[in-house]
C-alpha cells in the first residue's frame, strides 16, 4: 500500500450504532488530520494529531470521536450520528517541519457515510 | 464568514476552450495551494505558491499568486475532458500548519 488508505469507502449506519472509520498512512508523516466534505461547503477540518498532540475544532460535536494510536493510524469512532452528518470524510497526513511548505497535505479517499 | 472565495461555484464548457477560476481573500497567507478531486476520490495537490506575483506553470494549467498574498487564479489553456473535476484552494499562514479552505470550483469538460 502506498500514500494514504481509508476503510471503508462506503458506510451507512443508522442513528443508533456504532461504527469506525480507519485511516492508514504510508508517508513517514508526523501529523494526520479528518476533514468533513459536505456539497459546495469549504472542508471543514475536525481533528489534527500533530507531533502526538490533538487540535479539535470545537464545533464537532462529542459524537465524533478521534483516536490516533501511533503517528500512521488514525480512526474515527462514530456512534448516535444523525442524519446531517452524512457526508464524505477525508483523511490527511502531512510532515511538519520548521520553516518548510509544511502545509502540504495528502488526502485518502474517502469514507462516503450515509446516516438513516 | 468564509475566508476564501472561489469563482465560479460551477462552470461547463466545451473542449478546447480556456478558462480561469479564481480564489480570493481579504487575508495574507505565506502560501496557497491548489488541488483537484475527482468523483470518488480524494484531493490531490496540483501546485503550490509561495511568492507574491509568483507563476507557476504545469502543462496547460497555469497558476498565479497575487502580488498581496491575497488571491489566487488557475488558468486552463485548451481544456480536456480530463480537466474535470472539483478544483480547491487552500491558503496556509505561517507558524500554523492548518489549512484554510475554499469551497471549490466544480469544472466539468465536455467532448
Known amino acids: 500500500e502506498t500514500g494514504v488508505t481509508q476503510t471503508p469507502r462506503h458506510l451507512v449506519m443508522g442513528m443508533t450504532n456504532k461504527k469506525s472509520l480507519k485511516c492508514e498512512q504510508h508517508l513517514g508523516h508526523n501529523a494526520m488530520y479528518w476533514y468533513k466534505q459536505s456539497a459546495k461547503k469549504p472542508l471543514e477540518l475536525m481533528f489534527v494529531?500533530?507531533?502526538?498532540?490533538?487540535?479539535e475544532n470545537n464545533s464537532v460535536p462529542s459524537r465524533f470521536s478521534p483516536e490516533c494510536p501511533n503517528s500512521s493510524h488514525l480512526f474515527l469512532h462514530l456512534h448516535t450520528l444523525q442524519p446531517e452528518d452524512s457526508a464524505l470524510y477525508l483523511c490527511?497526513?502531512?510532515?511538519?517541519?520548521?520553516?518548510?511548505?509544511?502545509?502540504?497535505?495528502?488526502f485518502g479517499p474517502g469514507t462516503r457515510l450515509t446516516v438513516l | 464568514t468564509q475566508l476564501l472565495e472561489q469563482s465560479p461555484q460551477f462552470l461547463s464548457i466545451q473542449e478546447g476552450e480556456n478558462l480561469t477560476v479564481y480564489c480570493n481573500s481579504s487575508s495574507v497567507f505565506s502560501s496557497l495551494q491548489w488541488y483537484r478531486q475527482e468523483p470518488g476520490e480524494g484531493p490531490v495537490l496540483l501546485v503550490t505558491v509561495v511568492t507574491g506575483g509568483e507563476v507557476k506553470k504545469l502543462k496547460r494549467l497555469t497558476f498565479q499568486f497575487g502580488d498581496a498574498r491575497k488571491d489566487s487564479s488557475l488558468h486552463i489553456t485548451a481544456a480536456q475532458p480530463g480537466d474535470t473535476g472539483l478544483y480547491l484552494c487552500?491558503?496556509?499562514?505561517?507558524?500554523?500548519?492548518?489549512?484554510?479552505w475554499g469551497a471549490g470550483t466544480k469544472l466539468i469538460i465536455k467532448p
Open positions: 490527511a497526513s502531512s510532515s511538519r517541519a520548521a520553516g518548510g511548505p509544511d502545509n502540504e497535505q495528502f
Open positions: 487552500a491558503g496556509a499562514r505561517r507558524g500554523n500548519y492548518q489549512l484554510i
Open positions: 494529531y500533530s507531533l502526538e498532540e490533538r487540535v
